[in-house]
Structure formats: structure tokens, C-alpha cells
């Protein structure tokens, strides 16, 4: 399996992993970096291994050519003594290192792509990285925000729920609409109107209920502040 490939089956899991521990993202994202750079060592050392065979390459076609040199000189040489013999021998050698330092070559032609192109995924992969480390900070400030602001709003709905407010708002009405009432007792004509006593007792009865409706109201405050 090639290093691109692996590095595909290593997105793909971590994409997966980041789903199903959606719960702490900040330590999926922190093990996605991690299993990345990994990765690069992995390119990285693909890298060497290759520039080495290179090197080798290289010196095996320097040495060749000195092979195929030597070769041609002596059969230069024996040419000049008259040993044809000799020199058709020295030829058939010279003719073998040239044959040899073609494929040389050619495999090293191929070699120093390799290495190029390799050099290259590490240059793509390290610039992955980086932005990738960028991406992660800006996550990890957006992850803490949606904390705060999730802190936030459920400090509200805990102090809308239950509603203290409401019930101010609900005590306030009744109190507007007994108001009221009275208001319309008052401009009743004198048959209408209750006796003072009876007045007397409907206002110590409204009261009474108000005041222990305040109480209820007073304790459940109190609760909820104290949650």
C-alpha cells in the first residue's frame, strides 16, 4: 500500500473517531495532528531510503564509466601494438560497461523522479500539517466559545424556568384585576354596594391571599437562588 493511500485509510478512521467522541473533540482533533505527523516520519523516511539508493545509483555509473574508459583505452592500446585479437576482447568488454551504464542511468533517471516526487509529498504534506495546526486553534477557540455561550444560556433557562418572573407577572395581574374590582364596587350604585363590614372582610380576605401567595413566591425565590 502506498504512503498516499495510507495516509487515506488514517484521515478516514480519524474522521470516524472524531464522530463517535464528538464529545471532546479538542483531544480527537490534538490525536489527528499527532497521527499526521506521524505520517510525515513515515514520508520523510521513504525520502531518504530513496535519495540514498540515488547516491548509490550514481556512483555505481561513475564507476561503470571509469569501467568503460579503461576498457576502451586498452583496446586503443592494443590496436597500436598490432593485437587485433586483443583488442576486439578489450572491445567486447567496453561494449558490455556501455550497454550496463545505459540501464544504469536509465534507472537512475527514474530514481531521481521518485525522489522529487517524494519531496514534494512532504512538502504538501507539511504544509497539510500546518494548516491543519491553524484550523485546530481556531477550533479550539470556537469549542470554547460554544462552551461559554452554553454556559450562558443555561444559566438563563435555569432562571427563566420555573419562572420567578412570571409568577411576579401573574401576581401583578391578579393584583391590577382585584384593583379593578374594587374600582367597580366603588362606582356601583349604594344598593349595589356591600356594608363596610362585608367590604372590610373581602379586603382582609384579598390579603391574606396576597400575602400568601408573596410568601410561596419569597421560598421558590429563594430556592432557585440558591441552586
Not at 531510503?49 to 579503461?70: G, P, Q
Request: aromatic share 4%; net charge negative; with cysteine.
Amino acid at each position: 500500500m502506498s504512503w498516499l493511500s495510507q495516509f487515506t485509510l488514517i484521515m478516514r478512521s480519524n474522521v470516524t473517531a472524531l464522530k463517535e467522541q464528538i464529545e471532546d473533540p479538542e483531544k480527537v482533533l490534538h490525536q489527528l495532528l499527532i497521527d499526521m505527523q506521524n505520517e510525515l516520519d513515515v514520508v520523510r523516511s521513504s525520502v531518504a531510503d530513496a535519495v540514498a539508493d540515488e547516491i548509490l545509483m550514481r556512483k555505481r555509473i561513475n564507476k561503470e564509466a571509469e569501467e568503460e574508459t579503461k576498457w576502451q583505452e586498452r583496446a586503443t592500446q592494443a590496436i597500436k601494438r598490432g593485437d587485433e585479437s586483443v583488442a576486439r576482447t578489450a572491445l567486447e568488454q567496453r561494449l558490455s560497461c556501455t550497454q550496463r551504464l545505459e540501464q544504469y542511468k536509465s534507472d537512475h533517471n527514474k530514481q531521481v523522479v521518485e525522489v522529487e516526487k517524494l519531496k514534494a509529498a512532504v512538502r504538501d504534506l507539511e504544509d497539510k500539517i500546518r494548516q491543519a495546526q491553524h484550523k485546530k486553534t481556531l477550533l479550539v477557540a470556537k469549542l470554547a466559545r460554544a462552551k461559554s455561550t452554553n454556559k450562558i444560556q443555561s444559566a438563563l433557562d435555569r432562571t427563566h424556568s420555573k419562572s420567578a418572573f412570571s409568577h411576579f407577572q401573574k401576581l401583578e395581574d391578579r393584583i391590577d384585576r382585584q384593583e379593578a374590582k374594587l374600582e367597580a364596587l366603588s362606582e356601583m350604585g349604594d344598593d349595589d354596594v356591600p356594608s363596610d363590614l362585608e367590604q372590610e372582610f373581602l379586603r382582609q380576605e384579598q390579603k391574606e391571599r396576597l400575602e400568601a401567595e408573596l410568601d410561596a413566591l419569597r421560598k421558590m425565590t429563594s430556592a432557585e437562588s440558591s441552586q
